[in-house]
């Protein structure tokens, strides 16, 4: 496992050619489970440029769990072509991916391709993702990369997690930013719960989808999950923005 406790931490690949970041995994052909990261800073958590934090499985065993706790998190791809995030992902095996886990007392950002997300690709589960924060922006800027936050079954018969937010204040997805629970495979999407003080979804000039999703797609077989919003204040979907259950496969929706 991997613990670090900090004033800041700073996660920036800067253009380099070596992987940058924290990472925790089990590797193929091993039996082990790859170890859990917990970060714990009092100041911002920051992710740039195809910087990340993983914990993921080749193997039989599973991915470990990812704990963060900080004041603040902003995650920022700078328009680079490579994932930035945070992500637990069972990549071969039969291991399942860990979990997320966030709590921040400030904003989380995700901008222009920055990403937290728990994926399967095997018969293992993707990981439920968990996030509190002040208030959360998911913006793609124009990014040719994902924006926002997703658990889901890319292949093998694995199901996608369940997604929880809960913010004090606005909660807002711009600019083909996603919030996504999703299978492509024989396995289920998971369900979509937030809990926000204000909700503003708004796809603007974005060519992208938008919005708040949890689905099947058309070659898979599984179910859609719910999508839950309870909002204290408004809720704004706007300019082509979605909030979604959809299934196009043999599955149903929620």
């Keep these: ?11 920036d690949r800067q253009g380099a050619e070596r992987v940058t970041g924290i990472i925790s995994d089990a590797a193929t052909g091993s039996a082990a489970y790859a170890g859990s990261i917990s ?5 911002l958590l920051s992710v740039f ?17 990812i704990r963060i706790v900080a004041r603040e998190i902003s995650i920022d791809g700078h328009q680079s072509s490579l994932f930035t995030g945070i992500t637990s992902s069972a990549l071969a095996g039969s291991g399942d991916a860990g979990s997320i886990n966030i709590n921040t007392e400030g904003p989380l950002s995700l901008l222009s391709g920055g990403s937290i997300r728990s994926q399967t690709r095997t018969q293992g589960n993707a990981g439920e993702i968990y996030l509190v924060a002040s208030e959360l922006y998911v913006n793609r800027l124009g990014s040719k990369l994902y924006t926002g936050i997703t658990s889901s079954a ?15 204040g606005l909660l807002s997805v711009l600019n083909g930013g ?27 000039d974005s060519v992208f989808f938008t919005g708040i999703i949890s689905d099947a797609a058309s070659d ?16 704004s979907v706007l300019n082509g923005g979605m909030i979604r259950s959809s299934t196009f496969s043999a599955g149903s929706g929620q």
């Design 1 to 11: 496992s991997i613990t670090i406790t900090a004033g800041e931490v700073h996660i």
């Design 39 to 43: 970060i714990t800073t009092e100041g």
């Design 49 to 65: 440029n195809g910087g990340f934090i993983a914990s993921n499985t080749s193997s039989i065993g599973h991915a470990g769990e």
């Design 154 to 168: 890319e292949a093998g018969s694995g199901h996608a997690g369940s997604i929880n937010i809960h913010t004090e």
């Design 178 to 204: 996603v919030i996504r629970s999703r299978t492509l495979t024989q396995g289920n999407a998971g369900e979509v719960t937030i809990e926000t003080g204000e909700l503003l979804v708004n796809r603007q």
């Design 220 to 235: 898979s077989y599984g179910h859609a999950g719910s999508v839950t919003i309870t909002s204290d204040g408004s809720l």
